[in-house]
């Protein structure tokens, strides 16, 4: 069994900033790529951003400019440092990763953008 958990959510003002973290845990045998994605009220899932097992990543149109992700594979663990944030960010944030033959979710944390 795999689990993902992510901190790091919450309430921050427009043009503020905000670190996400998200650990994999259980029986990994070997890490792909990991990512995020959100999900506004509403709206579809999107793509933030993901990293492969080297060090390429990808950017997804919404947050582009604005976030970085990184990933420390000796820990298991991906970030997401997101800048200048706006109300239009405010989602739930999910951790993704492909593990093994297939892709696990976390459970979603909260980020929430608003005076």
């Known amino acids: 069994q795999v689990q993902l958990v992510e901190s790091g959510g919450g309430l921050v003002q427009p043009g503020g900033s905000l670190r996400l973290s998200c650990a994999a845990s259980g029986s990994i045998s070997v890490i792909y790529t990991m990512g995020w994605y959100r999900q506004a009220p509403g709206k579809q899932r999107e793509l933030v951003a993901t990293?492969?097992?080297?060090?390429?990543?990808h950017y997804g149109d919404s947050l582009k400019g604005r976030v970085a992700i990184s990933r420390d594979n000796a820990k298991n663990t991906v970030d997401l440092q997101m800048n200048s944030l706006g109300p239009e960010d405010t989602a739930v944030y999910y951790c993704s990763g492909v593990i093994g033959p297939r892709r696990y979710w976390g459970q979603g944390t909260q980020v929430t953008v608003s005076n």
């Open positions: 990293v492969n097992d080297g060090t390429g990543t």
